[in-house]
């Protein structure tokens, strides 16, 4: 059984910082595809970044420059730092993996940006 399990949201400021993480219960971890995914109220789910097995990392461009997206193999935690938050990331941030033709999502952690 898979399980994807967030951490690290929170209440914060404008132009702030928080780092999320995921840790992920899978095998072999260090051979999955992780990402960022995050749903804002009345909006749908959008794709914020994904790090390949290799380290390869692609990011929306709405938070380009300001977030980054890491994983730590051996203890199987995929991480996504967030600089300079802005109202408009306010939003519920979910860790998402597929493996075969499985689809695995986290339950999500809340991220609020407001002063």
């Known amino acids: 059984q898979v399980q994807l399990v967030e951490s690290g949201g929170g209440l914060v400021q404008p132009g702030g910082s928080l780092r999320l993480s995921c840790a992920a219960s899978?095998?072999?971890?260090?051979?999955?595809?992780m990402d960022w995914y995050r749903q804002a109220p009345g909006k749908q789910r959008e794709f914020v970044a994904l790090?390949?097995?290799?380290?390869?990392?692609m990011y929306a461009d709405s938070v380009k420059g300001r977030f980054t997206i890491s994983r730590d193999n051996v203890k199987s935690t995929v991480y996504l730092q967030m600089n300079s938050l802005k109202p408009e990331d306010t939003a519920v941030y979910y860790c998402?993996?597929?493996?075969?033709?499985?689809?695995?999502w986290g339950q999500g952690t809340q991220v609020t940006v407001s002063s």
């Open positions: 790090i390949a097995s290799d380290g390869i990392t």
């Open positions: 998402h993996s597929i493996r075969g033709s499985n689809d695995y």
């Open positions: 899978i095998s072999r971890f260090s051979i999955n595809r």
